[in-house]
């Protein structure tokens, strides 16, 4: 579905969830993705330029985001409580 491997992911999410962020917060099930996108687009003066890993230390900058697939992660980050199904240890 993405450009991180699993284990990159999973870290990412330990390392996150230990700093504090909730990452399933139920305000994304209100959420509306497409306007979230536009307001953001909106926000940076027309274009859209988002900063997304490849891998830990590498990042591209696209211009475009695949709305159903970002609903999609949206809906999964929903679904499943990522503190409980991770290992909680960072290799």
Known sequence: ????????LQNIFI???DLGFELNDKMLSSMDTKQALEEFREHLG????????Q??????EVN????????TC????????L????????A
Do not use: F, W, Y
């Not at 949206?74 to 409580?81: K, N």
């Not at 503190?83 to 960072?90: D, F, K």
């Open 1 to 8: 579905m993405g450009m991180l491997n699993k284990h990159d």
């Open 64 to 71: 475009h985001i695949d709305i159903d697939l970002m609903q």
């Open 46 to 53: 027309g274009g859209l330029c988002i900063t997304l890993l």
């Open 74 to 81: 949206v809906d999964d980050l929903l679904a499943h409580p």
């Open 55 to 60: 891998s830990v230390g590498s990042a591209v």
């Open 83 to 90: 503190t409980l199904e991770m290992p909680r240890h960072i």
């Open 15 to 17: 390392l996150l969830t």
